[in-house]
T-cell receptor, first 116, second 113 residues
């Protein structure tokens, strides 16, 4: 199965520490997205890349959050000085290039972050 | 503002019955809608999508209906099976966004054997 891969699956960290998550999209997809999902809620958009360019960022993406996709393939999401409110599932998704932006996003199984 | 929501937070059906999950959206300019299924501990799984120039689209055991007049979306699952038990989300592509999807809160579907 060559779906979207995320690492790690689970991360427990203490408040104030920095964490970094990795996402490997489906290989032929050039669009990559990060979402955050808290318990009982739908995913919330954080940011979006087309190739290596970060084209859109949500207001949810505070200064403590940074995402990169240096070579247009895998992406990393870093959270600095974690807070308990950062505890959530962080989902990565990818979608293919097309003549339209109307393509379904394919999600990975997420990284569950717990900040103690 | 834009919002996507669901009428029913939980739905319980008997195995073999048909299920209907409803969704309302507020942005009449949205042009693309998707239904996702999410099982516990997993990411959302694509089920079916529909563009705003269509009223109905069918897949394997699933049908999505779009009523733009009342801004309503529904997912119909035929012959519901225990494996269909999950949380279902509808999502719309945000107007003016290149790819951002706006999700509703989800409906939990429970299938009784």
């Amino acid at each position: 199965d060559t779906g979207v891969s995320q690492d790690p699956r689970h991360k427990i960290t203490k408040r104030g520490q920095n964490v970094t998550f990795r996402c490997d999209p489906i290989s032929e997809h050039n669009r990559l997205y990060w979402y955050r999902q808290t318990l009982g809620q739908g995913p919330e958009f954080l940011t979006y890349f087309q190739n290596e360019a970060q084209l859109e960022k949500s207001r949810l993406l505070s200064d403590r959050f940074s995402a990169e996709r240096p070579k247009g393939s895998f992406s990393t999401l870093e959270i600095q000085r974690t807070e308990q409110g950062d505890s959530a599932m962080y989902l990565c998704a990818s979608s293919p290039t097309g003549s339209s932006y109307n393509s379904p996003l394919h999600f990975g199984n997420g990284t569950r972050l717990t900040v103690t | 503002g834009e919002s996507v929501g669901l009428h029913l937070p939980t739905l319980s059906v008997q195995e073999g019955d048909n299920s209907i999950i409803n969704c309302a959206y507020s942005n009449s300019a949205s042009d693309y809608f998707i239904w996702y299924k999410q099982e516990s501990g997993k990411g959302p799984q694509f089920i079916i999508d529909i563009r705003s120039n269509m009223d109905k689209r069918q897949g394997q055991r699933v049908t999505v209906l779009l009523n733009k007049t009342v801004k309503h979306l529904s997912l119909q699952i035929a012959a519901t099976q225990p494996g269909d038990s999950a949380v279902y989300f509808c999502a719309e592509k945000g107007w003016g966004s290149q790819g951002n999807l706006i999700f509703g809160k989800g409906t939990k579907l429970s299938v009784k054997p």
